[in-house]
């Protein structure tokens, strides 16, 4: 079993829209809990990090199910420069990254 | 503002040669990460490395890669007698210490193999 999976998508949604990718993870240990963003093939970058009581950012909310092991990110009133590839990363001995989501808002 | 700082930015190479890429890890930083992306595929980790040790490179190809991070100096990623199939963006990252905190990532590196 995998210590990250999410659901690849692709998700297309239209702008303004609210779209919510989960992702679910394997050791009950894990210790942080964090969502990046990759672009075209540039490095990931640091969304946010999940923290036990969910946090918000803008636009951005992010909630950590610690008994179903998974986390979560909502983005509402989408917009086009949401598109992107985001990575669920979940720590414990090391880092483990999922797959990614991909993401396309469509005018 | 240094952050994660990888070189060279682009790497071609012919079949048969060595690569080496480089990474400096973030200013107070000891833990780095090495990952790599083929085309159209998810990061791949490869090898996680404190100062003078690898911590866990269950990520690595058994033969012709190997990673170093010396007390002094940057971390390298060295592939010996490069292969087509190595052909791939090669990320850095580093965080402050272990996984409670956040990793930054550096640029990449790009590496083509003719």
């Known amino acids: 079993r995998k210590e990250v999976e999410q659901d690849p998508g692709p998700f297309n949604v239209p702008e303004g829209a609210t779209v919510a990718f989960n992702c679910t993870y394997s050791?009950?240990?894990?210790?942080?809990f964090f969502w990046y963003r990759q672009d075209c093939r540039k490095e990931p970058k640091l969304l946010m990090s999940?923290?036990?009581s969910g946090n918000e950012d803008g636009r951005f909310t992010a909630q950590l199910n610690r008994a179903s092991q998974y986390i979560s990110l909502l983005i509402r009133d989408s917009k086009l420069s949401d598109s992107a590839t985001y990575l669920c990363?979940?720590?414990?001995?090391?880092?483990?990254f999922g797959t990614g989501t991909s993401l396309t808002v469509i005018p | 503002n240094a952050g994660v700082m990888q070189n060279p930015r682009h790497l071609v190479r012919r079949r048969g040669q060595e690569a080496r890429l480089r990474c400096s890890p973030m200013?107070?930083?000891?833990?780095v990460y090495w990952y790599r992306q083929l085309p159209e595929e998810g990061l791949k980790f490869m090898v996680y490395?404190?100062?003078?040790?690898?911590?866990?490179e269950s990520g690595m190809p058994k033969e012709r890669f190997s990673a170093e991070f010396p007390k002094e100096g940057p971390s390298i990623l060295r592939i010996q007698q490069v292969v087509r199939g190595d052909s791939a963006a090669y990320f850095c990252?580093?965080?402050?210490?272990?996984?409670?905190?956040?990793?930054?990532f550096g640029d990449g590196t790009r590496l083509s193999i003719l």
């Open positions: 990252a580093s965080s402050p210490r272990d996984s409670d905190q956040p990793q930054h």
């Open positions: 050791n009950s240990a894990s210790q942080s």
């Open positions: 999940v923290y036990s």
């Open positions: 990363v979940v720590g414990g001995n090391q880092f483990y």
């Open positions: 200013k107070g930083h000891s833990h």
């Open positions: 490395l404190q100062k003078e040790n690898i911590i866990d």
